[in-house]
């Protein structure tokens, strides 16, 4: 299926949609950023276009002000813009991330593309199309020329509005009589419709999911309770409607025929697919032990078992089970609004498999300045309730015990995918769905992204890996959805995640299951650090704090084909920096 006409539509969330744009470029190699104004930028001018809105026309510095491979946030009339400068030739994006507003001239430019110095996102620095997740919009992409030693930006003023820009996107056409069906709602579910109606599919779309909401940001979930969905939501309900995209709320699947091409609902619905994507995401682990189903013992999953924990644990004794990134951020969430939050690890120390022990425990003191306890290397024993069946405490096994008025479970996940246990799809032990480079099962139209699947990480040599992280399910949801369209694609991004402490993040970058050693540059007990994960000689992940952008020029590197030794790193840990 190739692509076709698209419509341009506006968004009543004031995105900007594609427009044809004039501008020109090309790609660079070596990455440079530079914020200042150029002293030569002129007054900005405007006159009005054919279509009545005006043109904003600025010089913005000369030609020489700007290394190859540098960028540079400008004025450009009321708004601003990034200019790129690649082998020679300028272009000027948007200057924020879409994901969350990073200032974008704070990345890093790299073959052809900007990636975000915060949460990875990727933009191409000529066209400014997203090229990689987290987030669903491209930036803008402004006009550049160059009129002796002057370059000039021009945009029109409602461009300049909105550093989003949403790609032309087609809709259903009743000439094509194909359905490609999605079950699930998260992050691979939403990139997956729009890539489809982006690359010009014109079938019937439905989003099958059984939560209450439309598609939104999983990741806020731990860290804002209180918020509904929403307001979590990636895309207001008009966007789908407008697209021809159909979500199907509440609909838990039970069974996959894929003889007859057709999933059956809980709900005793059923619909007919010629594609399928199967991204149904994890379920909570709820550890089986005595008191495991009182009232108050809560696992974390949707808006509504955010604002219940956030309600129930106001003012209250809250304790909470697993000392990984999903505990640590509710723990950082009651400091100050709970009587005490307790915190129990198995591990001795937070983050210890993911991390490791010495950011880990830097991270634990800065937790107990804020009046969080932490009761580590033990495990609950069992939790004891009331007359009315509601939790009071937690028992450990060293004979500790908990005051608890709310407890939360936050000790990981495993593959929704009990519904496919008697289908013909194949699954790995753990229940993940076993996918190959295409995200496409041992069936050739059915597809599997996110939590669920069991994929071949190009980075570690198509060793196969299960990540549950956001910025894997939404470059899953974008590859699947090429392949369903026969593009023959090859997932080969860089796993990257973060995390939010009291307003303090860490970065990641990579794949360090099986790490053998850590260097660490910095000091993590200053909370200032870049942390190199290595196994054998080769380092496999970067971490930091405040340190940016060096997680994000890692994922850029190992991108580029590079690999990064611990020697290398041990000798000068700038140097491999130079060589992007």
């Not at 948007?94 to 990345?107: M, Q, W």
């Not at 110095?117 to 620095?125: D, E, I, S, V």
């Not at 009232?295 to 106001?314: F, H, T």
């Amino acid at each position: 299926m190739g692509s076709s006409s698209s419509k341009n539509r506006s968004n009543s969330d004031g995105t900007a949609v594609d427009a044809p744009d004039t501008g020109k470029g090309v790609g660079a190699s070596k990455t440079s950023a530079s914020s200042k104004k150029s002293p030569s930028t002129k007054a900005s001018k405007a006159h009005p276009s054919k279509n009545g809105d005006s043109v904003v026309e600025v010089t913005v510095c000369k030609v020489d002000d700007l290394k190859d491979g540098e960028m540079r946030e400008v004025e450009v009339g009321s708004g601003k813009a990034l200019l790129v400068k690649q082998l020679g030739v300028f272009s000027a994006i948007g200057h924020k991330c879409t994901h969350y507003g990073a200032p974008l001239v704070k990345g890093v430019l790299c073959n052809g593309r900007i990636r975000c110095p915060w949460h990875g996102a990727c933009f191409n620095a000529t066209t400014g199309d997203i090229e990689d997740f987290p987030g669903l919009d491209s930036v803008a992409k402004y006009e550049v020329r160059v009129d002796g030693d002057d370059v000039i930006v021009t945009s029109t003023k409602k461009a300049l509005e909105s550093f989003k820009r949403i790609k032309n996107m087609s809709c259903k056409s009743p000439e094509v009589d194909k359905t490609i069906l999605i079950i699930g709602g998260g992050g691979a579910a939403a990139t997956c419709v729009e890539t489809l109606r982006q690359e010009g599919f014109k079938g019937r779309v439905v989003i099958a999911t059984k939560e209450k909401h439309l598609p939104y940001d999983r990741t806020k979930l731990s860290k804002a309770l209180t918020s509904s969905g929403e307001e979590l939501a990636l895309r207001k309900p008009d966007f789908y409607n407008v697209y021809d995209v159909e979500v199907q709320t509440g609909m838990e699947a039970t069974e996959l025929d894929t003889l007859l091409n057709s999933v059956t609902f809980k709900n005793g619905k059923s619909v007919n697919f010629d594609t399928l994507l199967i991204a149904t995401g994890g379920i909570p682990i709820v550890l089986d032990i005595p008191g495991h189903d009182l009232k108050n013992v809560c696992i974390l999953r949707s808006p509504e078992d955010a604002n219940y924990i956030a309600e129930q644990g106001k003012g209250k004794n809250v304790v909470i089970i697993g000392t990984s990134f999903i505990g640590m951020e509710m723990a950082a969430y009651f400091a100050g609004k709970a009587s005490s939050v307790s915190v129990v690890g198995r591990s001795s120390a937070p983050y210890i498999a993911s991390l490791g022990e010495s950011i880990g425990k830097a991270l634990q003191k800065m937790a107990e300045a804020k009046g969080i306890k932490f009761y580590l290397s033990s495990n609950p024993e069992r939790l004891n309730g009331n007359d009315d069946g509601r939790i009071t405490e937690v028992v450990l096994k060293n004979g500790e015990t908990l005051p608890a008025d709310i407890c939360i479970m936050g000790v990981g996940v495993r593959p929704s995918t009990g519904f496919l246990k008697e289908s013909e799809i194949s699954l790995n032990t753990k229940g993940a769905v076993i996918v190959d480079k295409f995200l496409r099962t041992n069936k050739p139209n059915v597809f599997a992204a996110g939590d669920i699947a069991q994929v071949p990480l190009a980075m570690m040599g198509d060793l196969e890996v299960n990540i549950g992280h956001w910025q894997v399910a939404s470059g899953h949801g974008r590859i699947a959805a090429l392949n369903m369209l026969d593009q023959e694609v090859e997932l080969d991004s860089v796993p990257y995640f973060w995390t939010m402490l009291f307003g303090k993040s860490v970065r990641y970058a990579g794949y360090n299951a099986g790490y053998e050693d850590i260097v660490i540059v910095g000091n993590p007990d200053e909370l200032k650090f870049a942390a190199y994960y290595i196994k054998g000689d080769k380092v496999v992940a970067v971490a930091s704090m405040n340190s940016d952008p060096v997680v994000s020029r890692f994922a850029e590197f190992i991108a580029s084909g590079k690999e990064l030794t611990k020697s290398e790193v041990q000798s000068d840990p700038e140097a491999w920096m130079s060589r992007l």
